[in-house]
Protein backbone atom coordinates (compact mmCIF):
# COMPACT_ATOMS: atom_id res chain seq x y z
CA UNK A 1 0.00 0.00 0.00
CA UNK A 2 1.12 3.42 -0.72
CA UNK A 3 0.48 6.31 1.53
CA UNK A 4 0.66 9.95 0.86
CA UNK A 5 0.33 12.40 3.88
CA UNK A 6 -1.42 15.42 4.22
CA UNK A 7 -0.33 18.88 5.22
CA UNK A 8 1.48 19.30 7.84
CA UNK A 9 1.37 15.06 8.78
CA UNK A 10 3.82 12.97 8.01
CA UNK A 11 3.39 9.20 9.23
CA UNK A 12 -0.10 9.69 9.80
CA UNK A 13 -1.49 6.15 7.91
CA UNK A 14 -1.89 4.74 11.32
CA UNK A 15 -4.57 6.65 11.95
CA UNK A 16 -6.97 5.28 9.38
CA UNK A 17 -5.70 1.63 10.31
CA UNK A 18 -9.21 0.63 10.41
CA UNK A 19 -9.97 2.17 6.91
CA UNK A 20 -6.83 1.01 5.05
CA UNK A 21 -6.81 -1.58 2.62
CA UNK A 22 -3.66 -3.22 3.44
CA UNK A 23 -1.97 -4.65 -0.27
CA UNK A 24 0.18 -4.05 -3.19
CA UNK A 25 -2.43 -2.66 -5.28
CA UNK A 26 -3.77 0.28 -3.26
CA UNK A 27 -2.94 3.68 -3.10
CA UNK A 28 -4.15 6.05 -0.23
CA UNK A 29 -3.98 9.63 0.83
CA UNK A 30 -5.21 11.76 3.63
CA UNK A 31 -6.89 15.20 2.90
CA UNK A 32 -3.60 17.48 0.85
CA UNK A 33 -2.16 13.56 0.69
CA UNK A 34 -5.22 12.70 -1.22
CA UNK A 35 -4.59 15.50 -3.99
CA UNK A 36 -0.79 13.65 -3.94
CA UNK A 37 -2.66 10.49 -4.63
CA UNK A 38 -4.82 10.82 -6.79
CA UNK A 39 -2.35 12.38 -9.11
CA UNK A 40 0.11 9.58 -8.22
CA UNK A 41 -3.00 7.10 -9.51
CA UNK A 42 -2.93 8.64 -12.53
CA UNK A 43 0.48 8.51 -13.56
CA UNK A 44 1.46 5.07 -12.31
CA UNK A 45 2.40 2.64 -14.52
CA UNK A 46 1.81 -0.29 -12.24
CA UNK A 47 -1.45 -2.25 -11.20
CA UNK A 48 -3.66 -0.03 -8.64
CA UNK A 49 -7.17 -1.46 -7.71
CA UNK A 50 -7.91 0.82 -5.55
CA UNK A 51 -7.46 4.64 -4.60
CA UNK A 52 -8.97 5.99 -0.74
CA UNK A 53 -9.08 8.98 -0.18
CA UNK A 54 -9.08 10.00 3.11
CA UNK A 55 -11.34 13.97 3.71
CA UNK A 56 -9.90 14.88 0.50
CA UNK A 57 -8.67 18.25 0.76
CA UNK A 58 -11.63 20.00 -1.36
CA UNK A 59 -11.81 24.13 -1.81
CA UNK A 60 -12.63 24.15 -5.13
CA UNK A 61 -15.77 25.63 -4.46
CA UNK A 62 -13.95 28.56 -2.44
CA UNK A 63 -13.44 31.67 -3.42
CA UNK A 64 -10.46 33.95 -4.43
CA UNK A 65 -10.90 35.77 -0.83
CA UNK A 66 -10.96 32.74 1.50
CA UNK A 67 -7.77 31.07 -0.50
CA UNK A 68 -6.00 34.26 -0.22
CA UNK A 69 -7.05 35.15 3.58
CA UNK A 70 -5.68 31.48 4.44
CA UNK A 71 -2.14 32.47 2.76
CA UNK A 72 -2.04 35.71 4.40
CA UNK A 73 -2.48 33.92 7.94
CA UNK A 74 0.37 31.18 7.22
CA UNK A 75 2.88 33.82 5.78
CA UNK A 76 2.13 36.22 8.96
CA UNK A 77 2.68 33.00 11.46
CA UNK A 78 2.78 30.02 10.23
CA UNK A 79 3.68 28.23 13.92
CA UNK A 80 -0.18 29.72 14.47
CA UNK A 81 -1.67 29.05 12.02
CA UNK A 82 -0.72 25.33 11.87
CA UNK A 83 -1.52 24.97 15.02
CA UNK A 84 -5.28 26.58 14.53
CA UNK A 85 -5.32 24.04 11.67
CA UNK A 86 -4.17 20.80 14.28
CA UNK A 87 -7.38 22.12 16.64
CA UNK A 88 -9.90 21.97 13.45
CA UNK A 89 -8.47 18.03 12.43
CA UNK A 90 -8.75 16.74 15.40
CA UNK A 91 -12.11 18.70 16.41
CA UNK A 92 -14.12 16.88 17.87
CA UNK A 93 -12.33 14.27 19.83
CA UNK A 94 -9.57 15.00 21.67
CA UNK A 95 -6.72 13.08 19.66
CA UNK A 96 -3.18 13.87 19.95
CA UNK A 97 -1.47 14.21 17.00
CA UNK A 98 1.51 15.76 18.07
CA UNK A 99 3.70 12.83 17.24
CA UNK A 100 2.50 13.01 13.43
CA UNK A 101 2.92 17.22 12.88
CA UNK A 102 5.55 17.91 10.40
CA UNK A 103 5.67 21.55 9.30
CA UNK A 104 3.52 22.35 5.76
CA UNK A 105 4.72 24.84 3.28
CA UNK A 106 3.18 27.88 2.00
CA UNK A 107 3.80 26.35 -1.67
CA UNK A 108 1.63 23.07 -0.03
CA UNK A 109 -1.08 25.34 1.08
CA UNK A 110 -1.07 26.93 -2.27
CA UNK A 111 -1.32 23.79 -4.25
CA UNK A 112 -4.16 22.24 -2.02
CA UNK A 113 -6.04 25.46 -2.05
CA UNK A 114 -5.86 25.64 -5.40
CA UNK A 115 -6.47 22.45 -6.42
CA UNK A 116 -9.52 21.64 -8.81
CA UNK A 117 -10.48 17.95 -8.75
CA UNK A 118 -10.68 17.22 -12.77
CA UNK A 119 -14.05 15.06 -13.43
CA UNK A 120 -12.77 14.24 -16.57
CA UNK A 121 -9.65 11.94 -14.72
CA UNK A 122 -12.07 10.52 -12.18
CA UNK A 123 -13.98 8.94 -14.92
CA UNK A 124 -11.07 7.77 -16.62
CA UNK A 125 -9.64 5.98 -13.35
CA UNK A 126 -13.33 4.79 -13.00
CA UNK A 127 -13.14 3.35 -16.70
CA UNK A 128 -9.54 1.72 -16.27
CA UNK A 129 -11.01 0.11 -13.39
CA UNK A 130 -9.74 1.49 -10.30
CA UNK A 131 -12.26 1.62 -7.69
CA UNK A 132 -12.25 4.93 -5.54
CA UNK A 133 -13.48 4.91 -2.07
CA UNK A 134 -14.10 8.46 -0.28
CA UNK A 135 -14.56 8.94 2.98
CA UNK A 136 -15.06 12.06 4.49
CA UNK A 137 -16.36 13.16 8.40
CA UNK A 138 -19.34 14.46 9.27
CA UNK A 139 -17.71 17.15 11.52
CA UNK A 140 -14.79 18.01 9.10
CA UNK A 141 -13.92 21.53 10.58
CA UNK A 142 -11.23 21.85 7.50
CA UNK A 143 -13.23 20.84 4.58
CA UNK A 144 -17.36 21.06 3.63
CA UNK A 145 -17.55 17.23 3.81
CA UNK A 146 -21.09 17.49 2.21
CA UNK A 147 -19.89 19.14 -0.82
CA UNK A 148 -17.08 16.81 -0.92
CA UNK A 149 -19.48 13.98 -0.65
CA UNK A 150 -21.99 15.75 -3.23
CA UNK A 151 -18.89 16.00 -5.75
CA UNK A 152 -17.32 12.34 -5.67
CA UNK A 153 -20.70 10.28 -5.44
CA UNK A 154 -20.72 9.67 -9.40
CA UNK A 155 -16.87 8.58 -9.20
CA UNK A 156 -17.09 6.16 -5.79
CA UNK A 157 -17.91 4.81 -3.12
CA UNK A 158 -18.47 7.60 -0.58
CA UNK A 159 -18.31 7.02 3.17
CA UNK A 160 -19.36 9.64 5.60
CA UNK A 161 -18.89 8.65 8.64
CA UNK A 162 -21.07 10.17 11.46
CA UNK A 163 -19.74 12.25 14.28
CA UNK A 164 -16.40 12.39 13.01
CA UNK A 165 -13.92 15.17 11.71
CA UNK A 166 -11.13 15.65 9.36
CA UNK A 167 -9.18 12.52 11.03
CA UNK A 168 -11.89 10.35 11.18
CA UNK A 169 -12.09 10.00 14.57
Not at 153 to 166: D, E, I, L, M, N
Request: charged share 20%; aromatic share 18%; proline share 3%.
Amino acid sequence: MTFFSGFCFHGEEALFEPYLIQNDFTVAGFSYGAIKAFEYTLTCQTRIDTLQLFSPAFFQHKDAKFKKLQTLFFTKDSTLYTRHFRQNTVYPSAFDVTPYLHQGSLEELNELLNYVWDEAKLHMLVDKGVTIEVYTGECDAVVDSLTCKDFFVPFASVYYVKRVGHLLK
